[in-house]
C-alpha cells in the first residue's frame, strides 16, 4: 500500500495570533478551526494547515479527553511550500514586497520552475513554488 495524498501538513508557531494575521491575512487562508492558546486550522485548496503552539501540543492531554491525540512538537523552523503558478509567484512577491515581508531567495530551479522563500513570523521558511520543479 501506498499513501495517495497529504491531508494535512503542520507548522509548529511561537505565537498564534500573529501565525493567524499572517496565513489568514496575508495569505488569504480560511481559518476552519481555533483552539485559544493549543492551534488554529487553515484549509488550503484540499487540504488542511495547521499551525501549533509546540509548547501546548507537546502535554499529554487529560485522561478521558475527547480527542485522545497523542502529543507532538518540534523546536526550530519549519519548512512548507505552497504551489504556485509562474504569474502567481510574481504577484505574490509583488504582495509581500508592499508589505515588507522580505524575499529570502528568488530562483530557477536547474529542472526549470521559480521558487521565492519568505518568513513566516516564527521564522518558518515558507515557499511558493511551480509544482514543475517536481515534475507536476
Known amino acids: 500500500m501506498q499513501p495517495s ?8 508557531v511561537t505565537d498564534l495570533d500573529e501565525a493567524e ?14 483552539a485559544e492558546g493549543r492551534h488554529v486550522f487553515f484549509r488550503c485548496g484540499p487540504g488542511v494547515l495547521l499551525l501549533f503552539n509546540a509548547e501546548a501540543t507537546r ?23 505552497f504551489a504556485a503558478t509562474a504569474d502567481e509567484i510574481v504577484r ?3 504582495t509581500f514586497e508592499a ?10 530551479w536547474p529542472n526549470e520552475g521559480r521558487s521565492i522563500y519568505i518568513r513566516d513570523p516564527s521564522g518558518n521558511s515558507i515557499e511558493f513554488a511551480e509544482p514543475r520543479i517536481w515534475g507536476l
Request: charged share 15%; glycine share 14%; hydrophobic share 45%.
Open 5 to 12: 495524498a497529504i491531508l494535512e501538513s503542520a507548522l509548529y
Open 21 to 34: 494575521r499572517f496565513y489568514g491575512g496575508v495569505l488569504g487562508l480560511d481559518m476552519i478551526l481555533k
Open 59 to 81: 502535554n499529554q492531554l487529560a485522561a478521558g479527553a475527547k480527542l485522545p491525540i497523542p502529543p507532538h512538537g518540534t523546536t526550530g523552523e519549519g519548512h512548507l511550500c
Open 92 to 94: 505574490w512577491k509583488a
Open 99 to 108: 508589505q515588507g515581508i522580505a524575499i529570502e531567495a528568488d530562483f530557477e
